[in-house]
């Protein structure tokens, strides 16, 4: 047997050891609250060990030259502890009750935003905002993207129609009228706006009629990162509408694809989100959902 080969072995294997120890409480040291909140909030239990499992993994020794057992991790792990260090670092700013937010709370979040999505969100852009950035969002109907628009017309396959068809068409156009002018003038864009589109309260800005022209031009399909802040699904929509009126409670509506990602189902399941505007001059941003793990 080669002692000194098995000497420089458990030499090599100490020195990983601590490297690790290290690596671990690094990890801890900075995330500690985020950790400690998903370890006590993220339901199911499987969830919260397999994510922090999948952290800690991340920092664990290796050995290229020894055999080791195969890790089948799943493919969703990092997504979900990506999901669960948002939620988390959101709750230590969000307040308890649904409110408006002071603006060192907006500005906190749209660093917290800017650290997972990539972009720039903010409550406020160009000067202007909204009445809020944080409120009740509730289910909104699909609008008429160009005459002649309806249920039987209105999407790209018999599983959109299935999952979505059932929510019925908005009575009217959206505050911007049709997306196209014609069926065969709509382009994707057109489409995309119509399927992840907001209803905000424009009209409760307080001077929107004072400055009816500029606020109409400014808000007109404005991009909108959208997030759940209960289980960190995000959105990036345009404003399509307005709505919903004040005496329904909600301050804000979404499109049934917006709803459904955000795990809002409808708008009796009404429940909180975060609303801020996207600062993208270039058009560089992707409506729909948002990968955290791109």
Known sequence: MDFSGRAHYHRLKEKWTKRHIVLQQKLW?????????????LVPTQLVVSSLSSLLFLTAPTFPSLPVPHLSLPAQENVISKHGF?????????????????????VKISQVFLRYFNFKATAELEGKRLNRSYGLIGQEQHLARYPGDSIATHFDSEEDARKF?????????????????????????????????????????????????????????????????????????????????????KHLGGSPEVMKHLERVDGSMRGPVLYFF?????????????????
Do not use: C
């Open 86 to 106: 948002l939620v988390a670092d959101l709750s230590h700013i969000l307040p308890k009750e649904i409110r408006p937010l002071t603006a060192e709370e907006e």
């Open 278 to 294: 996207i600062d993208d001059p270039n058009d560089t941003i992707p409506l729909g959902p948002v990968d955290l793990n791109r």
């Open 165 to 249: 068809g059932g929510h019925g068409m908005a009575p009217g156009l959206g505050a911007w009228g049709y997306f196209a002018l014609l069926k065969d003038q709509m382009s994707e864009k057109d489409n995309l706006r119509e399927k992840y589109y907001l209803a905000v309260q424009t009209f409760l800005v307080p001077d929107y009629v004072q400055r009816l022209v500029e606020y109409r031009d400014f808000f007109r399909f404005r991009k909108m990162l959208v997030v759940n802040p209960q289980n960190g699904q995000a959105v990036v929509a345009v404003i399509g509408d307005a709505g919903p009126a004040e005496w329904t409670g």
């Open 29 to 41: 040291e900075k995330h500690k609250d985020s950790l400690e909140w998903v370890s006590k909030n």
